[in-house]
């Protein structure tokens, strides 16, 4: 599979250099890294074409079309990050222009993506033939049955999945390995927080790690969730945390429990 990324800003460079694995990606752990990454694939060869959008563009774009690149690679995947929002109304457009046969557009940002244009945006894609997804934050990405969005979830990217082992007699984890990554790369760095860590605190522990990687999402709230992306991420590690460790939140509510 072919992929192009699209984007604008820090998030869409955190997501490229995660699935790139480069060795400089990852500096959370400063002098004490043990190089936890080195197995993790690097997925450069699937990647054909990345453009940035500059971050200065005007609030209104009259003509988004003529701030597309003139050359665009041809793709099978397209992923668009953090887009204007009138460069996101011709995302259709960018799509026929690489020649993709789906789109995975995240949510991290509210305001970029208002729900009118997004639902606009994906019945038109629908229409030409063109599966897609919106995942609100990019961690909330699941298999949906939709051949190349579920091929990238298989590649390790989507809502992350881990295996933890647990001491019980001493209520310390003791080991957690990542086996589905956020797609900005930060499942690998609570991963590595949670080694030797007493269960008791799992949720400070986890927040702490997610907040200190840090996790790029807006802290603007959503109208549909209701409530902030960056809280929505935060509450999507957790539960991942808490499945892999059979770990019962006694005191979550519907509000809470994500």
């Known amino acids: 599979m072919q992929i192009s990324f699209y984007y604008t800003g820090e998030f869409g460079r955190k997501v490229i250099g995660n699935v790139v694995n480069s060795s400089t990606f990852c500096t959370s752990c400063g002098e004490l890294c043990d190089h936890c990454r080195e197995k993790k694939r690097s997925y450069a060869d699937r990647i054909v074409d990345i453009y940035e959008f500059p971050g200065d563009l005007p609030q209104f774009i009259e003509e988004p079309e003529e701030h597309l690149p003139e050359n665009m690679g041809k793709c099978d995947l397209l992923i668009a990050m953090d887009l204007h929002p009138d460069i996101l109304s011709v ?28 639902q606009q945006v994906k019945e038109t894609l ?8 919106f995942p609100k934050p ?3 990405l699941v298999k949906t049955g939709k051949p190349l969005i579920d091929e990238f979830v298989d590649m390790g990217f989507g809502r992350p999945l881990l295996a933890i082992e647990v001491d019980k007699e001493r ?11 956020a797609p900005c790369g930060s499942t690998w760095y609570v991963a590595k927080k949670l080694g ?13 790690a997610h907040h200190a990687y840090p996790c790029t999402a807006s802290m603007d709230k959503d109208p549909q969730l209701k409530d902030t992306i960056l809280h929505e991420a935060g509450y999507i590690i957790r539960k991942s945390v808490e499945e892999a460790a059979d770990i019962k939140n006694e005191d979550a509510s519907p509000e809470t429990e994500k």
Do not use: Q
């Open 91 to 118: 995302l259709p457009k960018m799509a026929e222009m690489a020649g993709a046969k789906a789109v995975i557009a995240p949510i991290e940002v509210p305001k970029l993506a208002p729900a009118g244009l997004v």
């Open 126 to 133: 629908e229409a030409k033939g063109i599966d897609c997804e």
């Open 138 to 140: 990019f961690c909330s």
């Open 196 to 208: 030797w860590t007493d269960t008791s605190i799992y949720k400070e522990t986890v927040s702490g």
């Open 171 to 181: 209520n310390i984890f003791t080991h957690a390995k990542v086996l589905r990554d």
